[in-house]
């Protein structure tokens, strides 16, 4: 995030502060018959003898995912939960499956001193303005026919200290682990490490009233889960460094998220969500993808990176406005630019990339990967159940849910190439995609059907319908 430290907003509405998460968007309980009718898709059950083969993707898994876990309302083809009245859809706002503030984690001494460092920016910039302003206009002149006669030697001045940062920034280039993209890495591991289990103290002392116990239902799907995950992406040798523990929160907030220490936190109204265990899958793969790819540590280094050259700008800012009103004007558009042309496209090229490398780590699981792409089509027909308004997509840090599960559709081939190369079980019935798609045709045509001609508004949000159990 383009804070000192980022402001999480969870989905049920809390604010709360974090180094390592952000905030996803807000997000309101979604459990329903008719939504739920909508997201009924095929539970190919994932079995454990997913064989290891030749392909470099593919390791044995001891722990079966196909199980169905009644307690966690996740359905399986041909049903759906005998508690979901026809009229019950409460529907979402928004759902991100990570925080929609990336966080910007910095060494704990930057997050100290960056406010120092814009401070020091506005006061040399107004000592500046005011020491100009303080001149006689003969002494003005000499000095501009001083800048003019050494124009150059000022250029020289300035050319030197871009290359300076020019060599930085290339002399502090990686290559991300698994993709092999290229980016700016100034804060190692180590530093994270250390904020990560700061966060995690933090997170331990406010939910530990909250926490389920071991031998919870909840608590041994998502330990199954995340550790079928691991299992299967073995071979990578960031997911095997890592400890995954587990930890699931009972709070009606759909939220989860992976510190870069492997913690990771789930709430059960996330379970309570998604409409079968391969849409877990991917959220999770989605999630420890983050932590695998360190990309707390990339948004935090090219925050820093940014910030450091807008002290530049900034000092100029105050130095140039002739008021100190003109100047806070032109501060908040200098960071709203920095905001809108570089952090939040930035933290929206680490969402997707995560989809990327999460729909991976699903496919080597054995998982049915076309589910993640239902997961956002469902998103998609909430908020537009509810009435929701869309924004734009650069206005957020994610991509629109309708980019997203179009994104998730391009990689799907190669993911099922990925899941085949393993030998996993063949995907028995429909597709989901077809099936969300059919069953959303469905619900629109019987709710057209049940308007009275003299209607001319109905709830949306609550349409009586009775549903085929196909």
Known sequence: CTQDRCQRLDLSGNTRKCFLTGSPDSYRNFIGKGLRFLLNVPNTEVYRNAHHSSG????????????????????????????????????????????????????????????????????????????????????????????????????LGVSSLGVLFVVFYFTHLEETPITGRTRLLVFGKGHFRELSQMEYDMWMEEFKSKMLPETDARYQVVERVVGH????????????????????????????????????????????????????????????????????????????????????????????????????????IQSKLQEFMFDRPYSRTLEAEADKVGLQFAAKACVDVRASSVFWQQMELAETIQGQPKLPEWLSTHPSHENRAEHLDRLIPEALKIRDSCNCPSLSGPDPRLIFKLNMQHLLESSKDQETPNSTKRDLSKPKLDFPHT
């Open 229 to 332: 995950l691991s299992e299967s992406n073995k071979d990578i040798p960031q997911v095997s460094a890592l400890k995954w523990v587990i930890h699931v929160v009972d709070e009606p907030g759909v939220n989860a998220f992976v510190l870069p220490n492997g913690q990771v936190f789930v709430f059960t109204g996330l379970l309570n969500a998604v409409s079968d265990i391969h849409q877990l899958s991917f959220i999770l793969g989605h999630e420890i993808a983050h932590a695998v790819l360190e990309h707390a540590a990339e948004k935090a280094s090219l925050v820093h990176f940014l910030d450091f050259l807008s002290l530049i700008f900034l000092a100029m800012i105050w130095a140039i406005c002739p008021r100190d009103s003109l100047a806070v004007v032109g501060q908040w």
């Open 56 to 155: 470099r993707f593919c390791f044995q898994s001891s722990q079966p995912l196909g199980e169905k876990i009644t307690s966690l309302q996740i359905s399986s083809v041909g049903q759906l939960p005998h508690h979901f009245s026809a009229c019950n859809i409460q529907i979402i706002r928004s759902f991100h499956t990570s925080p929609s503030f990336q966080a910007a984690p910095v060494p704990l001494f930057w997050i100290i001193v960056k406010p120092a460092q814009k401070l020091f920016a506005i006061i040399l910039g107004r000592s500046i303005r005011n020491w100009w302003k303080a001149l006689p206009p003969n002494k003005q002149e000499l000095f501009k026919e001083s800048a003019r006669k050494n124009k150059w030697k000022i250029l």
